[in-house]
């Protein structure tokens, strides 16, 4: 199961369905820069290291004979990172993860100005 379909039955949509980025900011209030910030380093990451690209049928892509056909697209790749990122962010401690961390720091700080703004 991907973070894109954890994501979805979390916030009770269907299991496939597609959100722009401004939809995501809505639902989670995480705001557009950072989803923004993270969708780009998705794009890099996808050049930068091919072989952890995953195959359209979502295994590891070892063998990077494997033609561009039948890997997962930049797109797709920076899309899967943003929903990885959110679910991490909202469900799961994102300490434990390499990627992003400095914008989650930046997101926990955000909030917690939110509370204080609002106390």
Known sequence: MTY???FNIA?????????SIKDLK???GI????????????EGAYFHNLGSVRLKDFSKNPDLRKGANKRLSMAQWAAARVYAFMYK???QNMRYKKQDTDLYDVLLNSRKNEIYEFL
């Open 4 to 6: 894109k379909h954890r």
């Open 11 to 19: 916030f009770g949509f269907e299991k496939d369905e597609d959100h």
């Open 26 to 28: 809505e639902i989670t």
């Open 31 to 42: 705001p557009i820069r950072i989803l923004r910030e993270v969708y780009n380093r998705g």
């Open 89 to 91: 962010s909202l469900f």
